[in-house]
């Protein structure tokens, strides 16, 4: 019993002994770095933001974080921006157009404009590259998810970045993804593959009314041949019949689902650190698919790496509550291997160590 008692203590001494070291990184970089709340134009709206900057030292690199889908703002890439401020970069964390502080029509996180979000992460590049503090040969990207679409843009709308790390980003179309997704959801459900041969049917047949308008009747005596199942009750409880044909999210769908990233990628020069999750566990981007593309592209000569983690899921954590675990496990090993990668790009000496 004593044996054991002073073993427990030993673990809750090293637990207090880890807490405190963090505490005191945490505060460090706290102290260490600058934060600002800036603003930027795109075009004729303002998209506004937060800097995180070393507050000693010459001039650094920078990075623009670019979000991934939905109602972001600048909190969803907070994270990374301190990880960033602490290894030396001056990062931007800007609010998504139309939401929180930033300029634009309240609906444009969800009907969405490529092209506008590649202007805005554009316009973010250039205002880095203003900052005295910034050194503008050494600027790159950090996208997520979603972001690896807009980044493909706006790579090539911008001197060449001198990096891009790509998170979670998907190599594909977007009707692929959302093939790919619709999948992963059926047999996250729980059902096997007769169910999930109907569901890429059904999307398919919609995917082929908002390309061309036509098919819809098809489209609608299949929905309604599945409706009663127990798949389609999961997925879709409350989708009777499918959109018409002509409804305006279709028509607005129609501008962005064949949008293909790899032309695009292919035009960029830029050296690519892409960071992929675990193909079983991502439910919303076609790992294996995004993975193989990327090994062909590199193979043929692209300044490509790759990172793969397995365990994790779309947002490279580990699924369930598990906060802690994730640090250590995940994102901790991550960052080294993310900033050995970048101090060979921005020529800057690594303080992270093995």
Do not use: C
């Amino acid at each position: 019993m004593l044996k054991v008692v002073k073993i427990g203590r030993r673990i809750v001494l090293s637990i207090f002994a880890i807490l405190a070291l963090l505490a005191l990184g945490a505060g460090w970089v706290w102290l260490s770095t600058e934060q600002e709340e800036v603003a930027f134009q795109s075009g004729a709206v303002t998209i506004r933001g937060t800097l995180l900057a070393p507050r000693f030292g010459s001039v650094a690199p920078g990075v623009v974080l670019v979000h991934g889908s939905g109602q972001t703002s600048r909190n969803s890439t907070m994270l990374y921006a301190w990880i960033f401020a602490s290894q030396g970069y001056a990062a931007l964390a800007y609010d998504k157009r139309g939401v929180g502080q930033s300029e634009g029509g309240s609906n444009e996180w969800n009907e969405f404009s490529l092209d506008d979000l590649a202007s805005d992460a554009a316009a973010g590049y250039r205002f880095l590259q203003s900052l005295i503090k910034v050194d503008p040969e050494r600027v790159g990207f950090f996208a997520a998810s979603q972001g690896g679409w807009v980044v493909s843009l706006s790579a090539n709308r911008v001197d060449s970045p001198a990096f891009v790390v790509m998170a979670s980003a998907s190599v594909s179309t977007i009707a692929e993804d959302r093939l790919y997704g619709r999948e992963a959801q059926i047999r996250y459900a729980g059902f096997g593959s007769e169910a999930v041969a109907q569901g890429l049917e059904l999307m398919r047949l919609d995917h082929q009314v908002t390309r061309s308008g036509t098919g819809y009747e098809e489209l609608r005596a299949a929905a309604a041949a599945y409706h009663g199942t127990d798949w389609y009750r999961a997925i879709n409880p409350d989708l009777e019949t499918p959109m018409p044909a002509d409804a305006p999210y279709r028509l607005w769908e129609r501008t962005i689902l064949d949008f293909d990233p790899r032309p695009l990628l292919g035009a960029m020069t830029s050296p690519v650190l892409w960071v992929f999750g675990d193909p079983v566990l991502d439910r919303f981007s076609p790992v294996n698919l995004s993975l193989d593309r990327v090994q062909q592209a590199k193979a043929s000569g692209m300044p490509y790496d790759i990172i793969q983690i397995k365990h994790v899921v779309h947002t490279l954590e580990l699924e369930g509550d598990r906060d802690m675990q994730t640090l250590v496990q995940v994102r901790v090993p991550l960052i080294r291997r993310m900033f050995r990668w970048l101090d060979v790009q921005v020529s800057q000496p690594s303080e992270i160590g093995p």
